[in-house]
Structures are given as structure tokens and as C-alpha cells.
Antibody, heavy 118, light 109 residues
């Protein structure tokens, strides 16, 4: 069955960096675009970034552009999010999600909590 | 940027029908998708392309979209339907922008 498992979250000081990973199984990873979506505590969902199935195209939300970078390794079935210059407002649960044909998300990971605090 | 507006909360008695709206400029011309999120859990897709249900989602969940409003309807509401619900569209006017609604908390009385 389709599984997505995030890792790498934790507590980090403002201005520092953190790298999230999402290990997938149960489907052909290289056939799908993948996303990161986040949710601040008690708040709604916010799209963060998308990467095409072959990694050639990447787009980031304005709120993270220039600080976060999405990437993937199709040989390892792994999606990543490099987060630099972290801010307090980046505190959230970060979900990886799969995009089928169509602009939506059909499977989500369980999420990884990132807390940015001094 | 494109904005999707949902009512913060909807209350419904068991066995009744809940309607959750999602307002956006000309949303009827866009593909609308809906997610259910229970406390402490990841979102789950319940409706895609406005009215299609993924496998495993009960027929009690249905959707529609027209003009400036999309609607998720939950018929014969059960206690297990209590959750937050989010609409979502892809905004082609932006730079690959995926937009979520503000979210609606459904409370089963």
C-alpha cells in the first residue's frame, strides 16, 4: 500500500537550518509529482512547494521562496525539503503529499513537527 | 493571490445533512478538491474534481460547484464525520499556486 513517512523535524533556533525527508513506498515514486504542505499549530493548511516527477521543475510558495528548497532522489524513493534561515513563523507540522494526474493530493504522510524557537 | 473562504464552523445533528461552502471568485470554472482532517491526523482526500469520490469514501460525501461557490455535502451525518474540512484549488494565475480554503470545523451535536 502507498506509504509516506516524514522525518527530520525538531526544535531549531531562528536563522538556523533543518532538512526534512519523506520516504515513500508502495508506488512508483518517479511517476509522481510530490509536494510539501505545512500546518501551523491551530491553523489551516498551507502549500509549501512542489517538484515534478523527474525533478526538473520546482516551485515554492512566496512565503518560503529563497529560503526553502525542495528536491528528490528517485533512486532512493526520497523527497526532501531543505529549510534555511528559519523563522518563528515557520513553526508547523510539515506533510509530504503525492500528486496524481490532476492538481490535488491523494496521499499524505503523517507529518513532521518543526519548531523554530530561541 | 486567489482566496478561498469557508465558514469557520458548522454544527449538525446525527442523521442530518451538513453543507460546507467554499467561496472563491469564479470557483465554478476551477477544479475543486476537499479534504477531511481529524485531530492529530493527516488530511484525507474525500472529494476530487468537485464531485468524484476516492475509493473507500462513503457515498454520503458528495460535492458540487457553481459560479462563486463550491459545496461539500455530508448526508446522514455520523459522529465519526466530526473533523476539519478544507477545500483546495490550483490557481493557474499564479506561479504553480495550490490554494487551500480557510477550513471548516464540523461538529456533530
Amino acid at each position: 500500500q502507498v506509504q509516506l513517512m516524514e522525518s527530520g523535524g525538531g526544535v531549531v533556533q531562528p536563522g538556523r537550518s533543518l532538512r526534512l525527508s519523506c520516504a515513500v513506498s508502495g508506488f512508483i515514486f518517479s511517476n509522481y509529482a510530490m509536494h510539501w504542505v505545512r500546518q501551523a499549530p491551530g491553523k489551516g493548511l498551507e502549500w509549501v512547494a512542489v517538484i515534478s516527477n523527474d525533478g526538473s521543475n520546482k516551485y515554492h510558495a512566496d512565503s518560503v521562496k529563497g529560503r526553502f528548497t525542495i528536491s528528490r532522489d528517485n533512486s532512493k524513493n526520497t523527497l526532501s525539503l531543505q529549510m534555511n534561515s528559519l523563522r518563528v513563523e515557520d513553526t508547523a507540522v510539515y506533510y509530504c503529499a503525492r500528486q496524481p494526474l490532476g492538481y490535488y493530493f491523494d496521499y499524505w504522510g503523517q507529518g513532521s513537527l518543526v519548531t523554530v524557537s530561541s | 493571490s486567489y482566496v478561498l473562504t469557508q465558514p469557520p464552523s458548522v454544527s449538525v445533528a446525527p442523521g442530518k445533512t451538513a453543507k460546507i461552502t467554499c467561496g472563491g471568485n469564479d470557483i465554478g470554472s476551477k477544479n475543486v478538491h476537499w479534504y477531511q482532517q481529524k485531530p492529530g491526523q493527516a488530511p484525507v482526500l474525500v472529494i476530487y474534481y468537485a464531485s468524484d469520490r476516492p475509493s473507500g469514501i462513503p457515498e454520503r460525501f458528495s460535492g458540487s460547484s457553481s459560479w462563486n461557490t463550491a459545496t461539500l455535502t455530508i448526508s446522514r451525518v455520523e459522529a465519526g464525520d466530526e473533523a476539519d474540512y478544507y477545500c483546495q484549488v490550483w490557481d493557474s494565475s499564479g506561479d504553480q499556486s495550490y490554494v487551500f480554503g480557510t477550513g471548516t470545523k464540523v461538529t456533530v451535536l
